[in-house]
């Protein structure tokens, strides 16, 4: 299965980020807009893997969501990869880094990798995907401070997601949900 951990996000944000998309869809038009249903925050993607790989990464994550007490994360700036004037994913994440989010990544870096994954090749950054374009794109000006203030995602679990490629547009559903702080 293709399969990626992640924080889920709670309707609410999950409401205010469609009505962003749909304000920047007006916008910016033609791009792979993210469905509010498949909005989340990636924590490591996995690739294929598995039954028995699955079963490790959720031993191991599961581990880590023990040792980790649950906190908030902030979403309050619009941001792109690379960069704003080359933008291939248009993202909403914090302003800056998140020590917190940072160390929970760390963690599971070590032991997805103790499962058997091979290490990943770019560092953690906490951000929702919104779109993705097919040709890098100058979207300087759309990359600011979110309106309305920051949108708080409580991280209490880590999700394990299986991610189906459709035709119409990808489908994640949770294989399993890992409480955080024990």
């Not at 409580?154 to 399993?176: C, D, F, N």
């Amino acid at each position: 299965m293709r399969a990626f951990l992640c924080v889920e996000l709670p309707d609410e944000v999950r409401g205010a980020l469609a009505d962003v998309s749909q304000r920047l869809r007006r916008r910016l038009g033609a791009a792979k807009w993210v469905s509010a249903d498949n909005l989340h925050v990636t924590l490591r993607f996995l690739g294929e893997i598995g039954e028995e790989a699955a079963q490790a990464v959720t031993e191991a994550a599961g581990d880590v969501a023990t040792v980790i007490q649950p906190f908030a994360l902030e979403l309050s700036t619009l941001g792109a990869f690379p960069r704003p004037e080359r933008g291939r994913v248009l993202w909403v994440g914090p302003a800056g880094s998140d020590r917190r989010f940072d160390e929970l990544a760390a963690l599971l870096e070590v032991a997805v990798q103790t499962a058997g994954i091979p290490p990943e090749q770019r560092s953690a950054h906490p951000h929702v995907t919104l779109a993705r374009f097919r040709t890098p794109r100058d979207v300087a000006d759309v990359v600011a401070p979110l309106e309305h203030g920051p949108l708080v995602i409580p991280v209490r679990e880590i999700a394990l997601m299986r991610s189906e490629l459709r035709p119409q547009g990808p489908i994640y559903t949770p294989v399993t949900r890992l409480p955080m702080g024990g």
